[in-house]
């Protein structure tokens, strides 16, 4: 009978000690937890006017890129556009 409640003892303290174990690093996690919700909670909150600003800048930044992207019209340069023959140069060359 003594060899049972011994038996029985050992298994609850293994339990209890891997329950403690636990307890700590949940108890760690959560400080950390907390630690970076008061940092998020820190931060200024984006203000408004430069939040217009970007929006603004982003789309300029867009019409830019297409711009960019068109190719030259005739009727802006006066002349039709096409691509350089070098191609054809080399060859006559």
């Known amino acids: 009978m003594s060899f049972r409640i011994t038996r029985s003892t050992e298994d609850l303290a293994q339990t209890v000690s891997a329950l403690s174990?636990?307890?700590v690093k949940?108890?760690?996690?959560l400080?950390?937890?907390e630690l970076q919700l008061n940092r998020v909670a820190a931060e200024p909150?984006?203000?408004p006017d430069d939040l217009l600003r970007l929006d603004?800048?982003?789309?300029?930044?867009?019409d830019c890129r297409s711009l960019l992207e068109e190719e030259?019209?005739?009727e802006q340069h006066g002349?039709?556009?096409s691509e350089?023959?070098?191609h054809e140069d080399a060859q006559a060359a």
């Open 56 to 62: 603004r800048v982003a789309s300029l930044l867009a």
């Open 84 to 86: 350089p023959q070098q």
């Open 72 to 74: 030259p019209s005739a």
């Open 31 to 33: 400080a950390a937890l």
């Open 79 to 81: 002349v039709p556009w």
């Open 21 to 23: 174990q636990r307890l």
């Open 26 to 29: 949940l108890e760690q996690r």
């Open 45 to 47: 909150e984006p203000d």
